[in-house]
């Protein structure tokens, strides 16, 4: 991380791309850390414009998000732990990454992703949400009771992305599942993953925030959750959205089954 953010502390010297990856760089989860949380909330109330950009229903400027939550973590004295001893979940690491493709691309992140993934894979009906891009055809909207009994339409004012942020529908999700089970083109990054979940990659007993998760045999490699069962390696990862929707998918590449779904839940 040092060599991308040149005034951050002397524990960024530890802290490699793989940490930031696989949720080994000790850097708290901007989410659901308190502290890290009530910092963040400061900060954003000390902004005038983002702050009124928010409170007039209208999504607050990526930039913005992401250095204020670069600036929390070069703030920090030392991460929870040191750097590839343990895991524990950090939506930070994904934001940050975002961050240094942006850094290394000199391009922005939702066209990075676009010309990678998305275009090649013919996912039109997909994007990074920005605050130029919110809509796109079919979304589905989580909607909550409000104190009148009446269903009031929920989202989320924060761009988030790296760690979500991704607008999709069934049909373009099915077209990036079937190129995990039988790749479209060349995919580096999906070689190395069936790689590092064929034994290249250790089991851990993980800690999922303060909670300890135990996830048995299972490994997490670049992104997905990989696990034995019935005799192949199964691939996963759930998620909470910040407008209270609920997704998870599961693949198996040489059965060759899929299974996705989105729960809308109320909070």
Known sequence: MADFYKDGPDWFNNVTLFHLIHHQSGIPDYLNDAESALYLMKRFKTNDKELNT???GRMVDKSY???????FSKQLKSPTFTPGTSISYS???YVLL???IEKVTNNKFEDEIASRIFIPLKMSNTQASTKDNFLINWKASSYYLDKYGNYAHSHTMLPSQGDGGIQSTVPDMAKWMEHLI????ADEAREKLLALSKGEYPAFTTYWGAVEFKMGDSKYVNGLIAKNLYGGEFYSHSGYSLDRMVTEFWF???E???TFKCVIINI
Do not use: C, M, R
């Open 65 to 71: 998000l992401f250095s204020e939550i670069v600036g």
């Open 182 to 185: 039988k790749p479209k083109y």
């Open 91 to 93: 939506n930070t690491g």
């Open 252 to 254: 198996h590449q040489n």
């Open 54 to 56: 928010a409170l007039w």
């Open 98 to 100: 975002a961050d240094i």
């Open 256 to 258: 060759k089954l899929v």
